[in-house]
Structure formats: C-alpha cells, structure tokens
C-alpha cells in the first residue's frame, strides 16, 4: 500500500520476516542482552564496508574518516539509539535489507521455536544470528534513519513489528551526516536498558572487540565518553586477552551462543605475513550440512573487511569460524584475484596446518575435549580423507571411530593397530547407517569368536574414504562384507567349534546344489569361515565396491549394473547339516530351501526377498510340509 510514493510509502514484511517478528514479541527469552550485540555488529561492518569503498573512492569519506559507534541513551523517554559514520543505506537498500531475509538461518530459528523447544530458547538467537530483528525482543518501535556515504539524501525506515512497516524521506538535518542510526522505543520491561551502567557493561563485555571506537551519550546533550577503542582483538598479544574476550568475539564473528572448544590465535611471519584468529564451535553450526559447503573465515587486509567468500580453509574445515589478516595483500584485491592469488594458497596451506595441528594436540593432551570436538565434527573431517590426499595421514591419525570393543567410547586407528591379533593382516571395518543393525550383522561372528575388532562405520562419507585410505600404520582397511574373509591364519579359541565339517562331502554336494538353484541371483556359493552362529550371509566379490557402497552408488544413480553377491553358508550349522543329507526325493524341497536361505541372507543384510510372491508360496509349502509331518 503507498500513500504516496515519492515521499513516503507504507509496506508489508515478507512472510519470514512476519513469522519472525511474531514470534519476537509472542515469546519469552531470559536473554535479550544480545540485540545490542547484533546492532554494534551491524554498525561495525557498515564502517568496514566504507573503509573498503574508500580505497577506490576516497572521496567518500569526506572530512569525517574515523569510523565510530555511538550509543546514546535518553532514559527519560526510555529511548536508545546506535548510530555509525559507516556506508549508510539507500531507500532500496532499507527495503531489502530490512523487509526480507537473506539468511537461511533465520529460517532454521524460526523451525526450532515453533517445534517448541523452549529448553534451547536462551541459546537460539545468538546461534542463528537473527540480527536486527532482534531490537524487537526490547523494543515496541524501531526507525532506523540512514544516509548513504555520497548520497544527498536520507530516509527513516519505521515500524512496529506488527507487519508492515513505513519508509520515507527525512530532511539531511535529521540524519547522520553519513551512516545510519537505529532508534529503539524501549518497551515498559525493558527500560533499564536506557541506563547508561548497564548499556555501557553491555557494549563492553559483547562488543568490546570491534574493530570500531565506541562512545557513550548518557543522556541527551551530554558530552560522548569513549568506552572501547577500537583495537582489533587478533593484533593483540595473546597473553593480554582473557578468555571471555575470546568468547565474546566468537561468539560476534561465528553467530553462536555457545562456548568455543579450541581457540586459535597466531600470527605469521617471513615471506607472508599475516594474523589468524579461529575458533572450533562447542557445538554444530545450524549450516554445518549446507550443499555448498562453503567456509566462513573472514578476510581482512590491514584490518579492512575483505570479504567471507576467501577459501581460506577445505571445506572439511568448514566448522571453523574466525578470520584472517593479512599484510601483503593489496586492498583493492577482486574476488577474481583472490582465487588465483599464490599468496592466498600459501596462507590456506599454512592455516589449515595450524589448524589440524592444534586438532592433534588437544587429541593428544585433552582426550575428552577432543573427543566432543570430534562428535560434532567428525563426519566432516573424514571428507578431508576422501578430499585431501595430501594431509590424509595426519587426518587419519586425527579419526576417531567406534568398533565392536570401543562400548560407547571412541578408538583411533593408532588403539586399533595395537590391539591386532597375531596372524591378522589387515584393518577391519563394516560400514552401514545404524550401528545396531551393524552389530547384530552375520558378517561379525568369525571376527567375534576369534576376539578380532571391526570397526563399524555408520556415516554415508565413510564408504567413500575407505576406497581413498589404502593403508593406516601399513596396515590396509578390509570390509568384512566383501571377499574372503581371512581369518583362516587367526586361532580360534580353544573351546571354539573346529571348521572341519566343511570337507564333508554331503555339504560340499549341498552347495553345488544352491548354486545350480539359485543360478544367476548369486555369482558364488561358497561355505563360510566367517559365520559361526548364522545359517547364512551374503558378501561382495573381492575386487568393486562392497555392499554397504554399492547401495549408497545404486541410491544415488551412480551404478549400472549392481554386482552379483556370494552367498555364504555356515556348513557347521545344524540347519545346513540336515538339508545337505536329503536326498533326492526331496529335491523340489531343498531347491525352495535354496531360496529361502538366499532370502534369509537378504533380509540379514537389509535387504528385502528377491521375489515377493515367490517368497511367500515357498514358505506356505515348508509350512505345510510341517503341518503335514507333525
């Protein structure tokens, strides 16, 4: 709806913008600190943007280049504002940047409040970042008043957050001379926030890192008085900074709420240097599984904002949140450039080795703190093992799994390795998608009778490394789901079952008669040393992908022709036993035996019978062969 569209034009917030106010106003927070973070933040990157404009249009700052925050408070008419001297907004840039949403995390906020989980309210809106819209958890009213660095005119974005909300011109007199100001209504409830003390605790223990000097206007004619100066915290010494500034700026630059697991903070010097403040999340980024898998280091040149879109790290790293500030680079450096920059490539290579570096220390000294580390992070630092052939032993030293020993605990490859029988030659692993059903898999049973461990790998990324990682400590990765199983040079237990029935000639006339029965279905029948409880199991052929891989190429269209399994039966198990001495008058009841056994093994492995219908008519006939007998 516009009144009149050349002075003032009233408009209505895109639907995601609506839901989010609504749930704003309509639900309760224990904190509501954090919208002054998120204005300060605002403000701070709206002066590094002029600071980079600036370096091909100088002329933008005029005679007012310092950049500054000012936060002025008007306790009386229970009134706040935040206001900056940063590159300002045009009336299409109020309308854009504040009537819709741009960030998918919003969106995944808003998924989770109304899902109801009130137990994480207090955490969800420094995690997702909902950014400005969070000045409505304080405030009835919000107009934001800006005006863009070169431009001669201004304008006041205002609304209540109740669904529309109006924009119009504003005389110069009334705005900043360059920049933008927020003013805040403050609600009945939170009035104290117009309190010089507490915005003044605020803006210090929050935002005290920023890149921008930040003054105080206690009240309104009152002189400004400095409260932050601006220095950025990564050109700090790090013996000066206390770990609540470190958390503190975390928290601002990763848009979490939580407390970081590793901080990261050095600076590099020789032929490239530069700073590098970074830290692991204490939990899962909301965007962790986003399809770009982009990282989200920032850049800054000589602590000018560059741009969040550098590569700095593989995008098994992509947890990582932080920055890098490099001297050498130009400052008029284009995205173009940053891409083909050699000077960029050195820094990504020496990044990402202090990163993984300082991985293996903390795996190394704090096992628990790495142990959290790598259950948030796992799944995608195993990418790197598929990605990276270059860093993938000092990856896999860094991998972490669960085995058929580990309980509930996490074994590395190094446990793994010593812990190797006598005889046994390779490293075993069993991949699917629940570990349960991978522990109750017939595949196990000759490796847990002879004590032998198997790693069971349940992430769809680990069918993948396992075809990238030949070989960990000389020792190659092995599926028990595919080949032979060799185990034949590992001891059984003294009271274990010897596999002597296998040279039985009855059995072996059974097995010859499976095959010929199941003809094409299967590429082998072959008696097995890997079963010990079981009548049956199916494998894959020793060379192609094993079966747990073969499902996940099949699902995803990558897979011509699945290959043909081996089936393999158990020629110590009574059921086995009894069949192989029919003879052949019960040949048309050992040929649906057949069948049924090959049945049997698809349902143990996950799979469902060959045929339905053929299922279902063999085993009325072995039914009623047993009514008939009984």
Not at 132 to 146: G, K, L, P, Q, T
């Amino acid at each position: 709806m516009t009144t009149d569209t050349k002075a003032k034009e009233t408009r209505t917030f895109e639907a995601d913008v609506s839901r989010l106010l609504h749930m704003m106003v309509h639900s309760v927070y224990s904190d509501r600190d954090v919208f002054l973070r998120e204005l300060i933040s605002n403000a701070a990157d709206a002066c590094e943007r002029l600071r980079f404009e600036a370096v091909s249009r100088p002329e933008l700052l005029g005679d007012d280049a310092k950049p500054r925050i000012t936060i002025a408070a008007n306790p009386d008419n229970k009134e706040l504002s935040v206001e900056d001297n940063g590159i300002g907004m045009s009336r299409d840039e109020m309308a854009e940047a504040l009537g819709t949403i741009a960030r998918s995390g919003t969106r995944a906020f808003m998924e989770r409040v109304e899902a109801g989980k009130a137990a994480e309210d207090t955490q969800l809106i420094g995690q997702f970042g909902v950014g400005f819209y969070s000045a409505f958890m304080v405030a009835d009213r919000v107009d934001v008043i800006s005006c863009q660095a070169g431009s001669d005119e201004a304008f006041r974005w205002s609304s209540d957050g109740k669904g529309t909300y109006e924009i119009a011109p504003v005389p110069l007199e009334a705005a900043p001379k360059r920049g933008t100001r927020v003013v805040l209504h403050l609600m009945e409830d939170a009035s104290s926030y117009a309190t010089p003390y507490r915005l003044e605790g605020l803006a210090k223990s929050q935002s005290g890192h920023v890149p921008v000097p930040i003054t105080l206007v206690e009240k309104p004619g009152a002189e400004p008085r400095d409260i932050a100066d601006g220095t950025a915290l990564w050109v700090r010494q790090k013996s000066g900074i206390k770990p609540e500034e470190y958390t503190d700026f975390y928290r601002s630059i990763a848009g979490q709420y939580d407390e970081p697991a590793s901080t990261i903070h050095f600076r590099a010097e020789g032929r490239q240097e530069y700073s590098v403040l970074a830290f692991v999340p204490g939990s899962r980024p909301f965007d962790l599984f986003d399809q770009d898998r982009k990282g989200r280091i920032k850049l800054y040149v000589r602590r000018v904002f560059i741009t969040d879109d550098a590569d700095l790290l593989p995008r098994y790293l992509r947890f990582v949140r932080g920055l890098v500030d490099s001297a050498d680079l130009p400052l008029n450096v284009s995205r173009e450039m940053i891409q083909e920059s050699p000077l960029l490539a050195a820094i990504r290579k020496g990044v990402t080795n202090r990163v993984l570096g300082d991985l293996v220390k903390t795996a190394e000294n704090d096992a628990e703190a790495y142990a959290k580390i790598w259950e948030n992070f796992g799944v995608v630092l195993k990418e790197g093992l598929y990605e990276d052939y270059e860093r993938r032993e000092q990856l896999l030293k860094l991998a972490r799994f669960r085995s058929t020993t580990s309980g509930d605990g996490w074994r590395s490859l190094a446990d793994y390795v010593g812990a190797m029988k006598k005889g046994q030659k390779a490293i075993f692993f069993m991949a699917g998608d629940d570990r349960t059903r991978l522990e109750a898999s017939p595949q196990l049973e000759g490796f847990r009778a002879r004590g032998i461990e198997v790693l069971l790998l349940t992430d769809p990324v680990d069918s993948f490394w396992v075809t990238m990682a030949p070989e960990f400590d000389g020792k190659p990765f092995k599926s028990v789901t595919q080949g032979a199983a060799e185990l034949a040079d590992i001891a059984l237990p003294e009271d274990a079952a010897k596999p002597d029935a296998e040279r039985s000639s009855d059995i072996a006339a059974f097995l010859a008669f499976v095959k010929t029965t199941l003809g094409e279905e299967v590429s082998d029948v072959k008696a097995s040393d890997r079963l010990t409880e079981s009548a049956v199991c199916l494998v894959a052929p020793e060379h192609g992908p094993d079966r747990q891989f073969e499902r996940l190429l099949n699902a995803a269209g990558r897979l011509d022709k699945a290959a043909k399994p081996i089936l393999e039966i158990n020629p110590r198990h009574e059921r086995v036993a009894a069949l192989a001495k029919l003879g052949d008058e019960d040949k048309a009841f050992k040929e649906d035996a057949a069948h049924l056994l090959y049945d049997e093994a698809r349902v143990l492995d996950g799979d469902k019978p060959a045929d339905a219908k053929a299922f279902s008519a063999r085993l009325a006939r072995l039914i009623d062969r047993g009514l008939a007998k009984g």
